[in-house]
């Protein structure tokens, strides 16, 4: 049974760089089976997809945010990292990672627990 | 960009049907997934592509989708089903959120 784990720093300093992790397990992510994405959801608020990246390493991300992230794949470690890059106090949110089930149009069907980040000088 | 449209809000009594709308131009032409959230905690799927519906969820859930509008259906509605309920949809491969819908069970 595949498990989802984000983690990283709970307090980024504004204009720094964000970074977190997934950890996987349960499953290879070279198996093919699933893209593991980046969501974030502002205190209070909606959804915001941030990105993918594919068992093969390629990359799709949210145009309102595609300057600044970079997603990439360890697989060594079967970990995911997110790197956002000039972070503000509007970079504040809970990240998740989610993994999708491609035969179910990309659903997400499984999904972290969760990290709150808090952008705060 | 593609815009999904849900209402704020939708308050149901206890063991009848509450309708939580998902609009968005000509929707019925994509999948739409839903998911429920309650607080503090993560989403999770009760309806994918439009009306398949996971293992494991009671059968009270229940998702269409035609012309412009998704909807997710909840039969005899239960105490437990109040959390807010968010409609997506896969665009140009791009994710898109609906803004949510908080479902009071009263």
């Known amino acids: 049974q595949v498990q989802l784990q984000e983690s990283g720093p709970g307090l980024v300093r504004p204009s720094q760089t964000l970074s977190l992790t997934c950890s996987v397990s349960g499953d290879s992510i070279t198996s093919g089976h699933f893209y593991l994405y980046w969501i974030r959801q502002h205190p209070g608020k909606g959804l915001e997809w941030i990105g993918y990246i594919s068992h093969s390493g390629r990359t799709s991300y949210n145009p309102s945010l595609k300057s600044r992230i970079s997603i990439s794949v360890d697989t060594s470690q079967n970990q995911v990292s997110l790197k956002l890059d000039s972070v503000s106090a509007a970079d504040t949110a809970v990240y998740y990672c989610?993994?999708?089930?491609?035969?179910?149009?990309?659903?997400?069907?499984?999904w972290g627990p969760g990290t709150m980040v808090t952008v705060s000088s | 960009s593609y815009d999904l449209t849900q209402p704020p809000s939708v308050s149901v009594a206890l063991g009848q049907t509450a309708t939580i709308p998902c609009g968005g131009n000509?929707?019925?032409?994509?999948?739409v997934h839903w998911y429920q959230q309650k607080p503090g905690q993560a989403p999770l799927l009760v309806i994918y592509r439009d009306s398949g519906r996971p293992s494991g969820l009671p059968e009270r859930f229940s998702g269409s989708n035609s012309g412009h509008t998704a909807t997710l259906t909840i039969f005899r509605a239960q105490v437990e089903d109040e959390a807010d309920y968010f409609c997506?949809?896969?665009?140009?491969?791009?994710?898109?959120f609906g803004p949510g819908t908080k479902v009071t069970v009263l």
């Open positions: 989610a993994k999708d089930r491609p035969q179910w149009s990309n659903a997400f069907d499984l």
């Open positions: 000509n929707i019925g032409g994509k999948h």
């Open positions: 997506q949809v896969w665009d140009s491969d791009l994710h898109l």
